[in-house]
């Protein structure tokens, strides 16, 4: 008889006598079920799920309607583009967000639809203003049906899709004069609200709070929650349907809650036996006035069995530690003792090589036969592992002699020797290639170009291999290769065809020489001659290129332009204080600072001392329009100076001084549009422009 069959054999006897033992046992218990405690248990776990919902919310509303009826809010909500009115009310706000239990509020005001959040961690800092509500945005929705509510406040379990949380949210009404003027109000992180004041932490005991129309509000499991509630039709809302599959079930339901909502009484419950899940429930129905919801708690029958379990439980323990002394007495000398055996030969063999001898488990049942097949395994793996040797031997010597040939004449050669077949793979590289290629030649010979290769760049070689393969020309070219994302490299190559005996093309030899060090050397001339070496912005030669282009576009487009001249503000005053280290580092990072504020299509140019200039085309509409546009920009510019810039100075002895300062800039702008306009003009224009407010005020703007 086999292992498998005796250990199941033995547990089955064994589990069939703990089951006889403990049935007979079970069976000399009276189980009754006692109604009038049944019914009480249920009132105190309604009592309990209501004290443990209610009672955050109802504080959390407290605390919402003070901050609904405060002054600034409401002020806030009529004048919200005044200013300091506007900053008053966030205030507020920010105050009572760290009253709230979330630490987190919103406020949106009907008015100018606009909504206002900050979280917990103080993220929307300076910029609480999130969003714009819209009637016809199915997200904005809760918004719109909140102030149309006749009650003072809306619980709403909803997703806000512009902050990404999910929350149990409380809708308070702001009015002013009787009218609803906006919503502020606070939330509960959802799954945090749920776990708790609301699980109930027993899988036997369904806690659940539903409204009038038996949609689901809160319940454990956060997916059968009928999210936004307020905004849905009826006919899409979870209810208890889900639950109880009965219709007649439901309209007992639904006439109780009826009656409790009419009834003067408060604190009623009601009770009745259902079906949840097709298994038999009591359930108890309680309504709380404070949030016109019904609390809904149903108890597994089983739960409510007046069995004690103390009788029980020592006699199961006993049965079990019992049956695990058996089974483990079992395991132990029919399987762990013979398993140790046999992965003790295992890492024998690991540790001494496939010649170690094993001493082999004798018997018919499983793992003595495994033992058995096992010597026979490393007798075979022995035998193939001599053989295979012997064979990768023979291999390797002549490989070694065909490459060593190979390797004489052509490791020597300065360039990049390769040799591909029909099927664009490599079958010889030489040094030189190999190392340039970065990898081993088993990762190499034999592979094609893709696999060295990115894709691109693969492709592109291997357009130019069909050229020399198959319709044998020999090409001289330039490619651009760049291998697992590092920088490119150029590569002159030369390629011609390979034919055997019969004229037919078997192969393709290459022969490519590095030129990345000339290119690199053109890339950096071009660069000199065209950007500022400090900066790295444009200088006056490209500026002028680009001057050239945007007036033929404009003209073209009928458009405007905008060229603004930036002067620093008493620039000398930092080269003889800091030195020109000092003042080449603020030149960097004004050029950073501008950088952010311009657009992608425009370009800021450095013509040399603490001067900038800053092109922008594209500017739509009249010339009033494009004025406003350019004005704008400029306003920004004079921001970025009124800001403290922190540099770090080395000194001469090595140690590093910081250094803050606030620099001011005169600005002189010109608009373009007219035909007869040139670049010389334009930069006239803008030069004169400036040196107005350089020769008057400083820190300000001219425009002509």
Not at 104 to 124: I, L, R
Request: some cysteine; hydrophobic content about 40%.
């Amino acid at each position: 008889m086999h292992l498998k069959q005796r250990f199941f054999i033995f547990t089955f006897l064994l589990l069939l006598l703990f089951s006889a033992a403990f049935v007979f046992y079970a069976k000399s218990i009276a189980i009754q079920i006692n109604e009038k405690w049944a019914t009480k248990f249920i009132a105190q776990q309604l009592n309990c799920d209501k004290r443990k919902a209610l009672l955050p919310i109802m504080s959390e509303i407290a605390l919402v309607q003070k901050l609904a009826h405060d002054k600034a809010i409401i002020a806030m909500a009529l004048h919200e583009n005044n200013e300091s009115i506007r900053k008053k009310g966030i205030e507020v706000l920010q105050k009572y967000r760290l009253k709230f239990h979330s630490r987190s509020y919103f406020a949106a005001f009907v008015k100018t639809k606009h909504y206002y959040y900050n979280d917990a961690q103080n993220n929307y800092k300076d910029r609480e203003l999130i969003d714009t509500l819209d009637e016809k945005n199915q997200n904005d929705k809760w918004f719109f049906e909140t102030i149309k509510q006749p009650k003072d406040f809306v619980i709403n379990i909803d997703r806000d899709v512009r902050i990404g949380v999910t929350n149990v949210w409380i809708n308070y009404h702001i009015v002013y004069n009787s009218k609803v003027i906006g919503v502020v109000g606070t939330g509960f992180e959802l799954k945090s609200f749920l776990k708790n004041f609301v699980d109930t932490a027993q899988e036997s005991v369904y806690n659940i709070f539903v409204d009038e129309n038996l949609a689901i509000q809160l319940e454990r499991d956060s997916q059968l929650i009928d999210y936004a509630s307020i905004s849905k039709r009826k006919e899409n809302h979870k209810t208890l349907a889900v639950f109880i599959k009965d219709k007649k079930e439901l309209q007992k339901i639904k006439d109780i809650i009826l009656e409790l909502k009419e009834s003067p009484k408060q604190n009623q419950i009601r009770t009745l036996w259902l079906h949840f899940d097709n298994k038999e429930y009591l359930v108890g129905i309680s309504y709380i006035k404070e949030l016109d919801w019904f609390n809904i708690t149903a108890v597994d029958a089983v739960t409510l069995s007046a069995v004690s379990a103390e009788d029980i439980i020592p006699v199961f323990i006993i049965l079990l530690v019992i049956l695990f002394i058996l089974v483990g007495l079992f395991f132990n000398f029919y399987i762990i003792n013979p398993v140790n055996t046999i992965k003790q030969q295992i890492e024998d063999v690991e540790k001494n090589g496939y010649n170690t001898r094993i001493s082999v488990l004798r018997g018919n049942d499983v793992i003595a036969q495994l033992s058995q097949q096992f010597e026979k395994l490393l007798y075979i793996v022995n035998q193939n592992s001599r053989e295979l040797e012997k064979t990768v031997r023979e291999r390797t010597d002549e490989l070694e002699k065909k490459q060593q040939f190979l390797n004489t004449i052509l490791d020597n050669v300065d360039a990049y020797i390769y040799i591909k077949d029909l099927n664009f793979r490599y079958t010889y590289v030489n040094r030189a290639m190999q190392k340039a290629i970065g990898d081993p030649l088993k990762k190499i010979i034999g592979h094609d170009i893709s696999s060295v290769y990115d894709e691109e760049t693969a492709r592109l070689i291997k357009e130019s291999d069909k050229e020399t393969l198959i319709r044998g020309k020999r090409i001289v070219m330039e490619e651009e290769i760049n291998k697992d994302g590092h920088e490119t490299v150029y590569i002159l190559v030369k390629k011609v065809p390979l034919y055997d005996k019969d004229g037919k093309i078997y192969a393709l030899l290459g022969v490519a020489t590095d030129i990345t060090q000339r290119k690199r050397q053109e890339d950096i001339i071009n660069n000199m001659a065209f950007y500022d070496s400090l900066t790295k912005l444009p200088n006056r030669r490209l500026l002028e290129d680009r001057l050239s282009l945007m007036l033929s576009k404009i003209k073209r487009d009928r458009s405007y332009g905008a060229l603004m001249f930036v002067d620093i503000d008493d620039f000398k005053s930092i080269n003889d204080t800091y030195g020109h280290k000092g003042g080449d580092m603020l030149l960097v990072e004004i050029s950073k600072r501008l950088m952010k504020i311009v657009r992608d299509t425009d370009t800021i140019a450095r013509l040399g001392g603490d001067e900038f200039i800053i092109a922008i085309e594209n500017l739509q509409g009249s010339e009033e329009v494009a004025r406003k546009e350019a004005l704008e920009i400029a306003n920004k510019i004079l921001e970025i100076g009124q800001k403290k810039y922190s540099i770090a100075l080395q000194q001469d002895d090595g140690t590093i001084k910081q250094i803050e300062f606030e620099r001011t800039f005169s600005i002189g702008i010109t608009l373009f549009h007219d035909v007869e306009d040139t670049v010389d003009s334009i930069l006239q224009r803008a030069d004169r422009a400036m040196y107005k407010v350089k020769n008057s005020t400083k820190n300000g703007i001219n425009i002509l």
